[in-house]
């Protein structure tokens, strides 16, 4: 049974910080990359970051280079996400999503989980 979810998402103010969580489970051993997607209402799903099984490959969307932080516990088959300084833009459903390595496509990807709630505001 795969398994894919989420946690960690809330409401913050501006220049404040939340960890994400992905927790995955029953997956194929090609299918260690790991990548956290976002989704405002009325807009498209776009790439955040993305970390590798071993993490030699990790990106950043260029919005959030310098703010965000992306790691992974390969014993607790968990990848974080952490937000800092964050701003109003950032507010949106947060997913992440599984394949066989890093890609800036949403339609890559095979896995998704139910996405968090991250909302910045005052």
């Known amino acids: 049974q795969l398994k894919l979810v989420e946690s960690g998402g809330g409401l913050v103010q501006p220049g404040g910080s939340l960890r994400l969580s992905c927790a995955v489970s029953g997956f194929p051993l090609d299918y260690n990359s790991i990548g956290w997607f976002r989704q405002a209402p009325g807009k498209e799903r776009e790439a955040v970051s993305c970390?590798?099984?071993?993490?030699?490959?990790?990106t950043f969307a260029d919005s959030v280079k310098g703010r965000f932080t992306i790691s992974r516990d390969n014993a607790k088959n968990t990848v974080y996400l952490q937000m800092n300084s964050l701003k109003p833009e950032d507010t949106a459903v947060y997913y992440c999503?599984?394949?066989?390595?890093?890609?800036?496509?949403?339609?890559?990807?095979?896995?998704w989980g139910q996405g968090t709630q991250v909302t910045v505001s005052l």
């Open positions: 970390i590798s099984r071993s993490g030699g490959t990790i």
């Open positions: 999503a599984v394949w066989w390595r890093c890609s800036s496509g949403p339609g890559d990807y095979d896995y």
